[in-house]
C-alpha cells in the first residue's frame, strides 16, 4: 500500500504497523510511533524526567537499564528542537539524518525500557516525601525529579521569519551551515553565540554578514576580534525589519537604526542567534535556584540546589547540541542511581 488517504488526508505512506495505522487514523495525520495511552490516576516512580528531547529521553534509558521505575513526561512533542531540524549531520553514527527520523529512533529505543507520557503539562510540583507531580491527566509520586525541560531560541518575530523558517531562515549554523557552503547569509546577533557561528559558517566556505543592532559587539573580544582577521562584513546599527522570499529567503528589510534610512540587502539564509530562553518555569515554582543567565543553577553530578531535583540538556545551558544533551542525561541519571541508592542529603 503506497500512501492512504481518509477524508482526504494523507494519513500513511507505506506499510505501517497496524497500532500506527490506527493511531494515524484517529488523528488524521501520519503518525510515525505509537506511544501505549495509560488511563493510570497514579503513577509512582523513583524517577520522573520531565521534558522528552534527547537528555530526557537519554535519561530514561539509563535510569531503567539501572534499575530504577522512570518515567518521561512531554507536554509537548518529542525530541524538542531536534524534532524540527531538517539534517542532523553531527550526532555520531549519523552522516545525515532528518531530526524527526533521529527523534523516532530515540523514541523507539528509550520506549523499551521507559514509559513515556506524551501531551501531557505539568500543572504542579510539590517537594516532598515522595515528591508529587500533577500533570493534565494523572499525578506522580515520585523520589526524583530531573527537569529536563529545554531551552528555545529567540526569534526575532519580523514578517516572514516564522514562514520561511527552515527555507533559509536558521537557528543553528551547526545544523544547517553546510546548506550554504558558497552562498550569501547573514548572521543575526551581536553575542558569543552570533560571532562563534558567524566564524563557523565562514569556515565552512559560507559568504556570510553580520548584523548587529548596536554599534558594539557582546562578544569577548577574543572573538571579535577574529571577525575583522577574516574579513568578515558587519553592519553595525542595522535591525532586520522584514525577510522576504517566495519559496526561499531571497533578501531582508534593514534599516540603519542611527540614520533611520532602509535599504534591502540579498541573502539566501538568515541565521539567528539573537539569545535564548531557558523553560525554568516549574523550577522555579520549586524554588530551584537559577544562574544570571537564566538558566538551572546546578552542580558537575546535575543536582540542583533542592536535594532530589536535578537537572540536564540545554536548560542548564551550555553547547546546547544533542550529543551534548544525551551525554548530560545519562550523568544525571547515573548520579540519581547513586543518590537514591546512598542519598548524599542525609550524610
Ligand atoms: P547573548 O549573549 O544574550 O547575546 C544576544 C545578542 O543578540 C546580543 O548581541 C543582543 O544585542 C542581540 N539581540 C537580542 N535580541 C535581539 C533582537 N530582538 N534583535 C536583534 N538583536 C538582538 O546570547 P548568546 O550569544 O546566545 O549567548 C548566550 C550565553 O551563552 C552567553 O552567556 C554567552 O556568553 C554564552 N556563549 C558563549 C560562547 C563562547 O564562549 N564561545 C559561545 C556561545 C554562547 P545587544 O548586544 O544589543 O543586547
Request: glycine share 10%; proline share 3%; hydrophobic share 40%.
Amino acid at each position: 500500500m503506497p500512501q492512504a488517504f481518509a477524508n482526504d488526508v494523507l494519513i500513511g505512506q507505506g506499510a505501517q504497523p497496524e497500532e500506527v495505522f490506527i493511531l494515524s487514523l484517529k488523528k488524521l495525520e501520519t503518525q510515525t510511533i505509537f506511544i501505549p495511552d495509560s488511563d493510570a490516576e497514579l503513577v509512582e516512580t523513583d524517577l520522573l524526567i520531565i521534558g522528552g528531547g534527547p537528555s530526557g529521553l537519554t535519561a530514561g534509558i539509563y535510569a531503567v537499564r539501572s534499575g530504577l521505575r522512570a518515567a518521561v513526561v512531554e507536554r509537548e512533542a518529542l525530541g524538542g528542537q531536534v524534532a524540527t531540524t531538517p539534517i542532523v549531520e553531527n550526532y555520531p553514527g549519523f552522516t545525515s539524518v532528518g531530526g524527526k527520523t533521529l527523534v523516532d529512533i530515540m523514541v523507539s529505543h528509550a520506549l523499551q525500557y521507559v514509559q513515556i507520557f506524551q501531551g501531557e503539562a505539568v500543572m504542579d510540583l510539590q517537594v516532598g516525601k515522595p515528591i508529587t507531580v500533577v500533570t493534565t491527566r494523572r499525578k506522580f509520586l515520585t523520589k526524583s525529579v530531573l527537569l529536563a525541560t529545554g531551552a528555545t531560541h529567540l526569534h526575532l518575530n519580523v514578517p516572514g521569519e516564522s514562514r520561511l523558517s527552515g527555507r533559509g531562515v536558521s537557528y543553528c549554523s551547526t545544523c544547517d551551515g553546510p546548506l550554504f557552503k558558497g552562498k550569501k547569509v547573514v548572521m543575526v546577533g551581536g553575542g558569543n553565540s552570533a560571532v562563534t557561528e558567524a566564524l563557523h559558517l565562514f569556515h565552512m566556505g559560507v559568504d556570510v554578514t553580520l548584523i548587529h543592532r548596536r554599534d558594539k559587539l557582546r562578544a569577548q573580544d577574543f572573538l571579535a576580534k577574529q571577525l575583522s582577521d577574516n574579513n568578515i562584513a558587519v553592519l553595525w546599527d542595522t535591525e532586520i525589519k522584514e525577510i522576504r522570499g517566495k519559496e526561499r529567503v531571497e533578501e531582508i528589510l534593514i534599516v540603519n537604526n542611527k540614520t533611520n534610512e532602509s535599504s534591502t540587502f540579498e541573502t539566501n539564509g538568515v541565521f539567528i542567534a539573537i539569545g535564548y530562553t531557558p523553560a525554568v518555569e516549574l523550577a522555579q515554582k520549586l524554588g530551584v535556584e537559577v544562574t544570571a543567565d537564566g538558566y538551572i543553577k546546578h552542580d558537575g553530578k546535575h543536582r540542583t540546589n533542592i536535594p532530589g531535583v536535578y537537572s540536564a540538556g540545554d536548560v542548564e545551558g551550555g553547547y546546547k547540541q544533542i550529543v551534548t544533551a544525551s551525554g548530560q542525561g545519562a550523568e544525571a541519571a547515573m548520579t540519581i542511581f547513586e543518590d537514591l541508592i546512598n542519598p548524599y542529603w542525609l550524610n
